[in-house]
């Protein structure tokens, strides 16, 4: 219970939620709850999909590349520090275009859910989860993360009248402040195992 509670919250802040939920409302200005929920399910599911294809894909992947777990936690840390950075100063980037179909997958999905540093997370999160039991806790952690991203997606409007513009902005700004404290943990984590500490 310990370790799911651990991945699901970790997973739930890389994802950036508060970040996603301003450009989804961008995007969808103007829209109706009916059209707003339904592309609010094409992208979580979308993101689903393509974070459970990371998972499962990244000790493949680093051996294929000849690259070390440690190495790759260095950098897939220095990606999310930027990425927090950026969003306590409230630089992430903005959408401009509309959301239909396509674009919920592309950019919505994917880079703006799951970006390069939520990629990297996920890779080295399933390299390090090497056994049935890590691996099924991770799934369902996972899936029960993106869930969540899909509930705040489905209640945008909701959220957006209660909160604000400011209150969402400050959540962003929240999150960027617990991803670079995680980034910092999985670039000492690379160090260590780097130099065999």
């Given amino acids: 219970m310990k370790q799911f509670l651990n991945l699901w919250i970790k997973l739930f802040f890389v994802f950036t939620p508060f970040f996603g939920l301003t ?3 961008s995007m969808t200005e103007g829209y109706d709850t009916t059209r707003r929920r339904k592309l609010a399910l ?8 393509i974070c459970l294809v990371l998972f499962w894909a990244g000790r493949w992947i680093f051996s294929m590349l000849g690259i070390s777990l440690d190495s790759f936690r260095v950098g897939a840390g220095v ?12 630089r992430a ?4 275009i509309t959301l239909d179909d396509t674009t919920a997958v592309v950019p919505l999905a994917m880079p703006i859910v799951v970006g390069p540093a939520t990629t990297g997370t996920l890779l080295v999160m399933g390299a390090e989860l090497n056994n049935a039991t890590g ?5 369902v952690s996972l899936l029960f993360a993106v869930v969540c991203v899909a509930a705040i997606l489905f209640m945008s409007g909701y959220i957006h009248s209660i909160l604000g513009r400011r209150g969402i902005s ?6 960027g402040l617990v991803l670079t404290a995680l980034a910092a ?3 000492m984590t690379g160090v260590r195992g780097f130099f065999g500490l």
């Fill in 93 to 96: 980037g903005t959408a401009d």
């Fill in 23 to 25: 450009i989804f409302l």
């Fill in 42 to 49: 094409i992208a979580s599911a979308a993101v689903a999909v």
């Fill in 185 to 187: 943990q999985m670039i």
């Fill in 135 to 139: 691996k099924l806790v991770g799934c």
């Fill in 170 to 175: 400050i959540l962003s700004k929240l999150t």
């Fill in 79 to 90: 990606l999310l520090f930027l990425s927090g950075i950026a969003l306590v100063h409230g």
